[in-house]
């Protein structure tokens, strides 16, 4: 089967370092992706990894580890607006090349 | 447009009604998806079209729901005899192509409401 586990919620202050891991679990793997979601609004796209090894986007990076199953988006210097929820979400490389998403890590960022 | 736009931003119907779901994706995407995501869920996978084709329909939930895709463009996505539990939002997404690290855009959804 295919599925993805990560946090339900996590809580941080405002300048803080925040982790947001994910687990999954596919047939096939074709790459590990990370939206953002505010609420009300649309999924958005932040990083994407195929490869072993961390991906820098300004204050986000996300890691991969394929032997592990596992990957994380990293959030540096915390702010106010970053408080949303988080999705991984993976491309199942089998079949229709469907993506599966996490049931969303919702981040709060405290003042 | 700029964006993908999906039509209508809300829908109110009674069950057993039929109800059709519009997207229209950025310009030159040739990748086309629709998910369902229910309130405070994760986004639910339903479809993907690679140009108009379908590779794979085994997420549609049921067979009262049906997609297609004409021209590369625009999707329709219908549900034949609504239920209450087909109460959702329906996302649209469009990326250039189906590579896996292409970024998926998505529409703002169809919040569709069923009495």
């Known amino acids: 089967g295919q599925s993805l586990e990560q946090p339900s919620e996590v809580t941080a202050v405002e300048g803080a370092i925040v982790q947001i891991n994910c687990t999954y679990q596919?047939?096939?793997?074709?790459?590990l992706s990370w939206y953002q979601q505010h609420d009300g609004g649309a999924p958005t796209f932040l990083s994407y990894?195929?490869?072993?090894g961390l991906e820098e986007t300004g204050r986000f990076s996300s890691f991969l580890s394929r032997s592990d199953s596992y990957g994380y988006l990293l959030l540096q210097e915390l702010q106010m607006k970053d408080s949303a929820s988080y999705f991984c979400?993976?491309?199942?490389?089998?079949?229709?090349?469907?993506?599966?998403f996490g049931a969303g890590t919702r981040l709060f960022v405290k003042a | 447009g700029a964006g993908v736009s999906q039509s209508p931003s809300n829908k109110v119907t009674e069950k057993g009604k039929d109800v059709e779901l519009r997207c229209d994706p950025i310009?030159?995407?040739?990748?086309l998806y629709w998910y369902r995501q229910s309130l405070g869920q994760g986004l639910e996978f339903l479809i993907y079209?690679?140009?108009?084709?379908?590779?794979?329909k085994s997420g549609l939930p049921s067979d009262r729901f049906s997609a297609e895709r004409t021209g590369g463009s625009v999707s329709t996505l219908t549900i034949q005899r609504t239920q209450q539990e087909d109460s959702a939002v329906y996302l649209c997404?469009?990326?250039?192509?189906?590579?896996?690290?292409?970024?998926?855009?998505f529409g703002d959804g169809t919040r569709l409401s069923i009495l």
């Open positions: 997404a469009s990326s250039l192509d189906g590579a896996g690290g292409q970024p998926q855009h």
């Open positions: 596919t047939s096939g793997f074709y790459g």
């Open positions: 990894n195929a490869l072993d």
């Open positions: 979400a993976v491309r199942d490389s089998t079949g229709g090349f469907k993506t599966i």
């Open positions: 079209f690679q140009g108009n084709s379908a590779p794979d």
């Open positions: 310009s030159g995407h040739t990748a």
